[in-house]
């Protein structure tokens, strides 16, 4: 297998994000977003780690970029920090970030990188945290000012645009869990943050249209293959229940489809009393891409005891398959699965995964990196990837997650994802092995 065998028009990248690479988080005009707050509460990320510096891309930006171009990728994904244009999520705008970020998109187009850039990867402003953030009626025309700014300031040079990066992910550990930033709690926060989710990510993608000629837009799911642990009627219900949220609740409002409600009396109960009929037309958007982030299938089986979804994933490691170091399932079929599930829709174009990749205990030898368990969970993902395109979704393009090891969240610098190993007291890249397979990859 190389990349050649998935066509000469097939895009290949690196994805990143602001704040888990950035740092300069209190500098050059920026304001803080809620991922500098909500790291400095006790306990809330291991090791009491924050993203103050990160992996300073900041300042070493023409360095990374070119490692992507060193590596053989030809796209750049990376995110847009909404504080470090508006420091105060809307209003006054910060002129050293604009500037920033046209460095960044330059240095790219130098390289003869494709930028693709991600409008929100999680890092909301504080200041409008403290207005109520997702879940305030606000946010809304507060996003599609910051949205309208970047298209009319980055538009004439990014053409490849993301609208929102896995909006489940963010509104259900931050507003529902409270394991993510911004940390708040409850049903109710999520259902509030999720509705004005799912219209920010299609008001966005409408100003994209507007705004930028020649524009490809898509927006990024996180997405799992949800199997029941067993074949009984219970485990059965909960599986569904549980792809009904995971999967299928932020994606099918984009497609026109509405809010699935009619698995589960919990999502029709919320689609009553948030009138979510009234806002199905504004939700919709016809995007070029459905970007799909997959890491793990979840393995599900019934739990009275769960409040609400009554449903419990039964861990990798209980079950004793293969999986990475933060305990995620390494299952390529299931990938090959999911891809077939979001592609199975008519009104799907195009498929792209926008994030793939995995955590494992690299280990710094003689100065090398020599981590083949990642090379392995590369080349059967890809081989996943191949076979649905061979078989005629079309995929149209694969971004490894991620160029370097970063701030992974709420794990802190502790999970190392990268294809090159960052040295976090020094600053310090090295190619790991699996970065030069992919170089090698690339040149086939």
Known sequence: MHSSDFGS???????????????????????????????????????????????????????????????????????????????????????????????????????????????????????????????????????????????????????????????????????????????????????????????????????????????????????????????????????????????????????????????WEVLEKFAISHSTWRHQERMKFDFDFIGIQNYFPLVIRYNAFIPILQAWEVKAKNRKVPHTAVGWEINADSFYRIIKQFAAYPQVKDIMVTENGAAFHDKVTGGKIDDQQRIAYFEAYLAAVLKAKNEGVNVTGYLAWTLMDNFEWAEGYQARFGLVHNDFKTQQRTIKQSGYWWQDFLSK
């Open 9 to 263: 028009d097939f895009l290949w990248g690196v994805a990143t994000a602001a704040a888990q690479i950035e740092g300069a988080a209190n500098d050059y005009g920026k304001g803080p977003s809620i991922w500098d707050t909500f790291s400095k509460r006790t306990g809330k990320i291991k090791k009491g780690h924050q993203p103050t510096l990160a992996c300073d891309f900041y300042h070493r930006y023409l360095e990374d970029i070119a490692l992507v171009k060193t590596l053989g990728f030809t796209v750049f994904r990376f995110s847009i920090a909404w504080a470090r244009i508006f420091p105060l999520g809307y209003g006054a705008v910060n002129p050293e970030g604009v500037a920033f970020y046209h460095r960044v998109i330059d240095e790219c187009l130098k390289q003869n990188l494709v930028p693709m850039i991600t409008l929100y990867h999680w890092d909301l402003p504080e200041a409008l945290s403290k207005e109520g953030g997702w879940t305030a009626f606000g946010i809304n025309s507060w996003f599609n000012e910051y949205v309208a700014f970047c298209a009319k300031e980055y538009g004439d040079k990014v053409k490849q645009w993301i609208v929102i990066n896995e909006p489940f992910g963010f509104t259900s550990l931050g507003y529902m869990l409270g394991v993510h930033a911004p940390g708040q709690t409850g049903v109710h926060n999520f259902f509030d943050a999720a509705l004005h989710t799912a219209i920010a990510q299609a008001d966005g993608a409408k100003i994209l249209r507007a705004e930028v000629s020649s524009a490809v837009i898509g927006t990024a799911f996180s997405c799992s293959e949800v199997v029941p642990y067993t074949q009984s009627a219970q485990d059965i219900l909960a599986a569904k229940r549980t792809d009904a949220l995971m999967n299928r609740f932020f994606f099918e409002p984009v497609l026109g489809l509405g809010f699935p409600t009619a698995d």
